[in-house]
Nanobody
Framework: QVQLVEFGGGLVQAGGSLRLSCAASGRTFSTYAMGWFRQAPGKERDFVAAISWNGVTTYYADSVKGRFTISRDNKKNTVYLQMNSLKPEDTAVYYC????????????????WGQGTQVTVSS
């Protein structure tokens, strides 16, 4: 199991950009599929994006396609979420997730979760 810590959340105006980072501990990071989820107040945790262990394949929720980009640097044990054209409805706590099985990440049942970072988009 890997330990995950997110960075980069904050307050931004609508139309702005933020980049989230998720640093992972453990020598097996490069074998893990990674993902991002978000949870708005009073709502369930939703899938945002995922990336395969080698970075070749990515997956996105329809609500963020064309605006968000997930990427990873296996040498730095870090996964990123570049968020552009942010909207007030993107406001949520964003969580990083990891699992050796890609399907577990996409399904929202990964073995590891980060503690979350708050993203607030003002109108």
């Amino acid at each position: 199991q890997v330990q995950l810590v997110e960075f980069g959340g904050g307050l931004v105006q609508a139309g702005g950009s933020l980049r989230l980072s998720c640093a992972a501990s453990g020598r097996t990071f490069s074998t893990y599929a990674m993902g991002w989820f978000r949870q708005a107040p009073g709502k369930e945790r939703d899938f945002v994006a995922a990336i395969s262990w080698n970075g070749v394949t990515t997956y996105y929720a329809d609500s963020v396609k064309g605006r968000f980009t997930i990427s990873r640097d296996n040498k730095k044990n870090t996964v990123y979420l570049q968020m552009n054209s942010l909207k007030p409805e993107d406001t949520a706590v964003y969580y990083c997730a990891a699992d050796s099985a890609r399907d577990a990440v996409v399904a929202g049942t990964p073995e590891s979760w980060g503690q979350g970072t708050q993203v607030t988009v003002s109108s």
